[in-house]
């Protein structure tokens, strides 16, 4: 079933000459950067002048899914064959989609691919969105993506070095009802920025000063430990009694709860990474998942707001209305977000306004997201404490269905705002590109059965493959399997990321200013001894 | 109305459509509906699991398997709200 790659020679030839692949790599990025600017100015009143749409240059119709020629300026529809025509009535060979940048070959009558050319379509896009960014704190640029390049000491390094691929899959063993730190495992080990910091060596176990229970060091050797050449599953036993001593909720022989085990691995990594700190940290963890929720509270007669910002590593969603019944009607993950940011009445008795004092009218409430993190995790509240005892507990089966692909722009504080600024159902503008609010599935734990005799297992994708993953038993499998799954929790990964200017981490500017300051107090001690001995001479004399 | 007229004045709606920026506006609503009903995931997911057995693998085929019958599975509650956008934005434009 897998089929051999075949080469397109048309595409090989060109790309070799240096002239004739400049100019067909321009061609594709001008009108792939065309199509990302072109929904930036539609999104955005102010700017909106009349934008120029191309016409087919066979039908004249305006374009909406442009396909334009690689060696002249013509432009038109896919369908009804125009675009195909005109390449073997001109005699072109290459056109492309604008907007994915799918180059097709006329001559092998396929579409095509070459890494070349999928570079050249990322570039331009990132390129573009770039340019289009503007930040609302000091309105600072934002930071260009650089392509590392080795220098030439870590080209030297590289040249004996052997390249290992950058995915890695093994079963995990169930030690005794462990399931649910598996899944947690597992959906961690599948995360792009945790795989690329634990890959990228930042914290080396064997170079690590934390003498025991460090669980960054855990973090590292489990994965070694996947990336190794064993396939066989692993037990992650030091792992588990590492999280046993560090959470002492988490300890003993029953089943614990997945989305607990989360929070308290996450914690635990933030703590043993080196710089954590309990404000603004910028550790690992924080770099990842920390994003911000903004609360913001109306009050009903004077219209006075009141806005607080919390930080958020994940976010939870009710399964319940206020009444205590389970919702019914719409069961998405988009019905659960916009739940969780509706206005919600504030008693009367529970609120007096700053700013005009009555209590008569109460006043509203309303969460919005301030700022997205890198990965977002969302937990469906399934398990639902009557009282405190656990055993107790009743679990909400209702499947919620959740998308391979999530805009999460109609959730944020700047997009909720702009919307309760217009009236009527004219396009909402908020800063874009769309790019920055877009987010991919990468991973979903399912829990099966009740809460005290049930059983974890989850889903993984990397790049563009699912597995599921049932402790030591890993499978291939589809999308389309992982999205009819029950989910607890799913993993979201942003589609681009955004950087900001480097800044050194606080801890290394201390460390240097203590340097700083040991040397000129070294030098003061050397100055003050050299002084007694001179006096001493002195006074021999 | 005679059928070159109203391919003509369809050309010209189209194009206004597009100039004002309503077209992307409607497009996505449309694509957000798509996604939150699990369609837009149905037939990624779909077409690429047919694409993984196809022998030999053929665009051309794949894309015709996949249009013919994608359109009659999109939910009529969506269907019917954005035809209703589009006849409003036209009764906008033709009164």
């Known amino acids: 079933m897998v089929h051999e790659a075949v080469e397109c020679t048309h595409i090989g030839s060109l790309l070799e000459e240096q002239e004739s692949e400049d100019a067909l790599l321009t061609k594709l990025k001008t009108v792939v950067a065309w199509n990302v600017n072109r929904y930036q100015s539609v999104k955005n009143p102010a700017k909106r002048r009349k934008i120029a749409f191309p ?23 896919w369908s009804e ?37 999928d570079d050249a379509y990322v570039t331009a896009v990132i390129t573009a969105e770039e340019r289009q960014t503007k930040f609302q ?20 390094a590289l040249e004996g070095a052997t390249a290992t691929p950058c ?45 025991e229970n460090c669980t960054c060091c855990e973090m590292d050797k489990l994965f070694s430990e996947i990336y190794s050449d064993d396939t066989s599953p692993y037990g992650p036993i030091t792992f588990l009694a590492t ?12 089943q614990q709860d997945a989305h607990e085990c989360f929070i308290s691995v996450l914690n635990q990594i933030h703590s043993t990474s080196r710089g954590s700190t309990n404000v603004s940290c910028n550790c690992i963890i924080h770099s990842t998942f920390a994003g911000q929720l903004q609360s913001d509270v109306k009050c009903e007669r004077c219209g006075n707001v009141t806005s607080t910002v919390d930080p958020m590593l994940d976010i939870s969603l009710e399964l319940k209305a206020k009444g205590g019944e389970i919702i ?84 944020t504080t700047v997009a909720m705002r702009e919307t309760e600024k217009d009236s009527g159902g004219a396009a909402p503008s908020y800063p874009g590109p769309d790019a920055m609010y877009e987010y991919d599935l990468f991973a979903v734990i399912n829990h099966e059965g009740q809460i005290n005799n049930g ?32 989910a607890y929790m799913c993993f979201y990964v942003k589609r681009h990321l955004d950087y900001k200017p480097y800044v050194t981490p606080s801890y290394v500017l201390m ?3 203590e340097a700083v300051r040991e040397k000129e107090l070294e030098k003061e001690k050397e100055a003050a001894r050299m002084k007694e001995v001179e006096d001493a001479l002195l006074a021999t004399v | 109305m005679p059928a070159a007229d109203v391919e003509v004045l369809y050309t010209q709606l189209r194009r206004r459509m597009m100039e004002s920026g309503e077209w992307d506006h409607i497009q996505s609503i449309l694509t957000a509906k798509l996604n939150e009903s699990g369609w837009l995931d149905e037939v990624k997911d779909g077409s690429k699991e047919k694409a993984r057995v196809m022998e030999p693998l053929s665009f051309q085929q794949l894309f015709e398997e996949t249009t013919s019958k994608i359109a009659s599975e999109i939910p009529l509650s969506i269907k019917r709200e954005i035809m209703s956008h589009i006849r409003q934005y036209i009764i906008g434009q033709t009164a």
């Not at chain 1, 994708?461 to 999205?483: A, I, M, N, P």
Request: glycine letters at 6%; charged letters at 25%.
């Open chain 1, 55 to 77: 016409a087919c240059g066979t039908c004249g119709l305006s374009l909406s899914r442009p396909f334009s020629c690689l060696n002249c300026s013509y432009i038109g529809c």
């Open chain 1, 81 to 117: 064959d125009h675009v195909s025509s005109h390449l073997s009535d001109e005699g072109h060979t290459f056109c492309a989609d604008v907007k994915s940048g799918s180059v097709f070959c006329s001559e092998c009558d396929d579409f095509i691919y070459d890494p070349r050319i």
């Open chain 1, 137 to 156: 704190v000091a309105k600072k640029p934002r930071e260009s993506f650089k392509p590392w390049i080795p220098n030439a000491k870590e080209a030297a």
């Open chain 1, 167 to 211: 995915q890695g899959r093994r079963g995990l063993l169930n030690l005794g009802q462990t399931c649910f730190l598996n899944v947690v495992l597992q959906c961690l080990v599948h995360n792009p920025l945790l795989r690329n910091y634990f890959l990228g060596d930042k914290h080396n176990s064997k170079q690590c000063k934390i003498e």
């Open chain 1, 243 to 254: 999280t046993w001593r560090a959470s002492a909720e988490l300890s003993g022989y029953a």
């Open chain 1, 328 to 411: 019914s009607g719409e069961n998405t993950l988009a019905a659960c977000l916009r739940r969780f940011t509706q206005p919600e009445k504030l008693g009367a008795k529970d609120y007096s306004c700053d700013k005009c004092g009555k209590v008569s009218h109460g006043a509203s409430k309303r969460l919005s997201i301030r700022k997205l993190p890198p990965v977002l995790s969302f937990q469906f509240k399934r398990f639902e404490h009557k009282t405190a005892d656990k055993s107790s507990a009743r679990k909400i089966d209702a499947p919620i269905r959740f998308p391979s692909s999530l805009n999460m722009a109609p959730f």
């Open chain 1, 455 to 486: 059983h974890y297992t989850n889903f993984a994708r990397f790049q563009d493959e699912w597995y599921r993953f049932d402790d030591d038993k890993v499978t291939h499998s589809s999308l389309g399997t992982c999205l009819k799954s029950a």
């Open chain 1, 511 to 513: 460390r240097e200013t």
